[in-house]
């Protein structure tokens, strides 16, 4: 089974003709208000592709959390996990203008409560996982105490975002880290510059994760793993998702195709390809075939709008 540990937000998104400059005050359209947060997106998306699916995450005792367990229930997330109180349920102000540009405040609220001592609380959950997925949007050190608690077998999957450097002990747990741009960016630092995607990935790969998987948005993705020669062998019929495009002694890059779609908003994708990523290898799937299934479920979530809404069913995927 899956376990998502990570944010749960109530995105509240107004529509305005030009964002406030300061002590301007602007009108702006009727208030959307839309489940979110990183966690909560990911938890949505693998239970809504078939996954069982668990979220360790924290709200607060208000309307806002109510609406986000509402939520997590309809799409079929085990909710058990979900503590409620401490401080108001995180949120995002979104303003956006006609052109898509927008200016965002998140006040994490309740998911910078998510403590370490809740990640121990949570030893059931972590023990009946094969594989938990995190990101950053809750304190560095409970995603340092999800490593440490990591059921023996059990796997980390880890989209490092918001991105920043992260301690060596996170980043040997995770298989894969899996970034985009941005975030392989940060995490390399400035030299960064320059590089290919296939630098990128061989470079995180050496900074220690088991694997590192980089998201390329409508160019697909790529899946950097250090082979043993043995390994090589027996993956040898391929997972038929492309061929290597880089060899080495020990580090095989493999490019992940992109299904051609009409993108129409990107919001959520990641978070739909990492949920669908992690419940895949969770069934025995290599990297590289979880990546391609994963692949064609980011596709599909940039044909609808908004993040959670537009997630695809398992049915949707394959008919894609
Ligand atoms: P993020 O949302 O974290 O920036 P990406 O934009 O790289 O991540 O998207 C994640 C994955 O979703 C991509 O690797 C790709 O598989 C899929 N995807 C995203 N945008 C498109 C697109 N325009 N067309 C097809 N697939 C896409």
Redesign the pocket.
């Known amino acids: 089974d899956l376990l998502v540990v990570g944010s749960a937000n109530a995105d509240l998104v107004i529509g305005v003709e030009r964002r406030p400059a300061a002590g301007e005050t602007v009108l702006g359209g009727d208030l959307a208000v839309h489940p979110g947060g990183k966690g909560a997106n990911q938890a949505v998306a693998a239970a809504r592709l078939g996954a069982a699916t668990a979220l360790l995450a924290r709200v607060g005792d208000d309307g806002h959390g109510r609406l986000l367990i509402d939520s997590l229930r309809t799409a079929g997330v085990d909710t058990a996990g979900v503590l409620v109180g401490g401080a108001p349920t995180g949120v995002a102000l979104i303003t956006v203008d006609p052109s898509g540009d927008n200016s965002i405040v998140v006040s994490p609220g309740a998911n910078g409560r998510l403590t370490p001592e809740d990640v121990r609380a949570a030893d059931g959950l972590l023990r009946t996982s094969r594989v938990v997925s995190t990101q950053l949007e809750i304190p560095l050190e409970t995603v340092v105490e999800v490593v440490r608690s990591l059921p023996e077998g059990g796997r980390l999957v880890l989209n490092p ?1 918001p991105p920043r450097p992260l301690p060596a002990e996170v980043l040997a747990a995770c298989d894969p880290l899996i970034v ?1 741009e ?1 975030e392989a960016k940060v995490i390399l630092g400035d030299s960064a510059a320059g590089d290919t995607p296939e630098d990128w990935a061989r470079r995180l790969l050496a900074e220690g994760p088991r694997s590192v998987v980089v ?4 160019e ?2 790529l899946v950097a793993e250090t082979r043993t020669e043995t390994e090589r062998r027996t993956d040898e019929s391929g997972a038929g998702v492309g061929g290597a495009v880089g060899g080495g002694v020990d580090v095989e890059v493999t490019r ?1 195709a ?4 009409d ?1 129409v908003d ?1 919001t ?6 990492t949920a669908a990523l992690a419940w895949r290898l969770g069934t025995g799937a290599t990297l590289a075939e979880a990546a391609g299934y ?2 064609r479920v ?2 599909a ?2 044909t609808r709008r908004g993040a959670q809404e537009s997630f695809p069913t398992g049915a949707e995927v394959e008919a894609l």
Do not use: K
Request: no cysteine; net charge neutral.
């Open positions: 975002s985009n941005h998201t390329l948005g409508a697909g993705a992940v992109s299904v051609r779609v993108a990107t959520g994708a990641g978070d739909a390809f994963a692949a980011g596709a979530a940039v």
